[in-house]
Antibody, heavy 122, light 106 residues
């Protein structure tokens, strides 16, 4: 059974950097695509970006200039970094596995981590 | 970006009813359309992949259909556990985008 667990600070100050980790069990991060998705309180879902089994990445253009997704294959962990945060970055952040094709097209998200709420406030 | 538009935004129904949620894509996406169910305080859960495929464990009362730009999720014989928010999502192109959600209420 694949499980994903996000972790990181629940409170980040404006203009600072948000850093989250995702520990994966039951599957190797050297297989599949792995995405980060966020959801502001009471709002819809926004795809942030992915890192592939090969280590390549792709980001939402709306966040591309501020986002980094990396991995540590020895720990089977993923990381998300978002710089220069504002209150608009307050959200629940989910780590998610993509399933489907090796090309990344036509994939779906399953399973999801439980999510971690990050609040941006001074 | 491919825009995904769900309708209705909210829906009231009763146990035993059949409801249909529509998702339209702003451009052709073949069948690269997935549906998720989200309950308050929980992560979304995959409900249907590739427009009409039911993952193991998802009840057969959930039916997905459509291709191209028009897709539907039909839930028959509503159960109390089905009252939640439903999202569609396209994976034809990046950025991957979601519909705004449909809240299904009792």
């Amino acid at each position: 059974q694949v499980q994903l667990q996000e972790s990181g600070p629940g409170l980040v100050k404006p203009s600072e950097t948000l850093s989250l980790s995702c520990t994966v069990s039951g599957a190797s991060i050297s297989s599949y695509f792995w995405s980060w998705i966020r959801q502001p309180p009471g709002k819809g879902l926004e795809w942030i970006g992915y890192i592939s089994y090969s280590g390549s990445s792709n980001f939402n253009p709306s966040l591309r200039s501020r986002v980094t997704i990396s991995r540590d294959t020895s720990k089977n962990q993923l990381s998300l970094t978002l710089t220069s945060v504002t209150a608009a970055d307050t959200a629940v952040y989910y780590c998610v596995r993509e399933e489907g094709s090796s090309s990344g097209f036509g994939n779906w998200f399953d399973p999801w981590g439980q999510g971690t709420l990050v609040t941006v406030s001074s | 970006d491919i825009q995904m538009t769900q309708s209705p935004s909210s829906l009231s129904a009763s146990v035993g009813d059949t409801v249909t949620i529509t998702c339209r894509a702003s451009q052709y996406i073949i069948n690269y359309l997935n549906w998720y169910q989200q309950k308050p305080g929980k992560a979304p859960k995959l409900l249907i992949s590739a427009a009409s495929n039911l993952p193991a464990g998802v009840p057969s009362r959930f039916i997905g259909s459509g291709s191209g730009t028009h897709f539907t999720l039909t839930i028959s014989s509503l159960q109390p556990d089905d009252f939640a928010t439903y999202y569609c999502q396209q994976s034809y192109g990046t950025p991957i985008t979601f519909g705004q959600g449909t809240r299904l209420e009792i």
